[in-house]
């Protein structure tokens, strides 16, 4: 079985400032997606970025990038220039190939930026 | 963009009746829809996969008859908490692929729904 963590359960970051929040998972398989989703106070779940485990290149998405490490089985969230909407409970998420879209979240790790 | 309407939003029932929540995919077909439980501050819990014209797949642990869950076409999944309890209390999540897209497309999901039981 796959999991995933998040071993940051909180973290802070003044605006317009950078914050990496982290994210690991056990997984057998070679191929697979990993996932950042948002969930700001309105609990709609909102896709951030997507990365594709046979790529070496780490995806971005404006202001928000991942360092992936496959051998590490890393997969961590850098936001630069954090803004107040931000604010948000982040979570790491990971999806097999095979699996028919099914995902397996990480705990979450609420982030607070402040002004 | 795909759009997945969640309904109701907030419902408040007595313990022992039933609940209905509706998952409706409004601009595209899906075949696969699936139903998280997210409790308070925690990750969401996938419930069951929940396929088009079959029976859904459940998670383990998760009882069957208790959430029914019925998928007759493919824009509409619902999910029924049957005899509710106020343990059942939770944020209920779900989220649908469209048929159109690659494997392993981003999910859609819907605004969630809030249950309170009394």
């Known amino acids: 079985a796959q999991t995933v963590t998040q071993s940051q359960p909180e973290m802070s970051v003044q605006e317009a400032e950078t914050v990496t929040l982290s994210c690991t998972y056990d997984?057998?398989?070679?191929?697979?997606?990993l996932f950042w989703y948002k969930q700001p106070p309105s609990r709609q779940m909102i896709l951030v970025i997507r990365?594709?485990?046979?790529?070496?290149q780490n995806a971005t998405e404006n202001r928000f990038s991942v360092n992936f490490q496959k051998a590490a089985k890393s997969f961590s969230l850098k936001i630069s220039d954090s803004q107040l909407g931000d604010t948000a409970m982040y979570f790491c998420?990971?999806?097999?190939?095979?699996?028919?879209?099914?995902?397996?979240f990480g705990e979450g790790t609420q982030l607070t930026v402040n002004p | 963009g795909a759009v997945v309407s969640q309904h109701p939003s907030r419902v408040i029932c007595k313990s022992g009746t039933s609940v209905k929540i509706e998952c409706r995919s409004l601009?595209?077909?899906?075949?696969?829809m699936f139903w998280y439980r997210q409790f308070p501050k925690q990750s969401l819990m996938l419930m069951a996969t929940?396929?088009?014209?079959?029976?859904?797949?459940?998670e383990q642990g998760v009882e069957k008859d208790k959430f029914l869950i019925n998928h007759a076409s493919l824009t509409l999944s619902t999910l029924t908490v049957t005899s509710a309890h106020p343990e059942d209390s939770s944020f209920y999540i779900c989220?649908?692929?469209?048929?159109?897209?690659?494997?392993?497309?981003?999910?859609?999901f819907g605004n969630g729904t809030r249950l309170t039981v009394t």
């Open positions: 990365q594709e485990a046979y790529k070496q």
């Open positions: 998420a990971f999806m097999m190939k095979t699996s028919g879209s099914r995902l397996t």
């Open positions: 929940s396929n088009e014209g079959s029976k859904a797949t459940y």
């Open positions: 997984t057998s398989e070679s191929n697979y997606y």
């Open positions: 989220s649908a692929r469209d048929k159109g897209a690659f494997p392993n497309s981003p999910l859609h």
């Open positions: 601009d595209f077909q899906a075949t696969t």
